[in-house]
């Protein structure tokens, strides 16, 4: 009997990977859009430096941005 699933030869690793960046991408979204103000000048400390949360939501967002322009430029992904 047939169980509905697709192929074993249709998965392909880099849709996984891309399904886990997209929800991890709305994961980061969520939780940017739901701080209240206060936090924003919250500090802590990450390897060594003293850094704010706007600082880390800069650094996410480049971080992700970088991880955009690899899958684009070494694997095609993602248009132009």
Do not use: C
């Not at 990977?17 to 979204?29: C, G, H, T, V």
């Not at 924003?40 to 800069?58: C, E, K, S």
């Amino acid at each position: 009997a047939m169980s509905g699933k697709a192929p074993a030869e249709a998965f392909h690793p880099v849709d996984a990977f891309l399904n886990a960046f997209d929800i991890n991408e709305r994961i980061n979204q969520y939780l940017i859009d739901h701080l209240p103000e206060a936090a924003w000048t919250r500090w802590g400390v990450a390897n060594g430096q003293r850094v704010t949360v706007r600082a880390l939501a800069h650094i996410i967002a480049g971080h992700e941005l970088h991880h955009v322009e690899v899958l684009r430029t070494r694997y095609g992904l993602g248009g132009e």
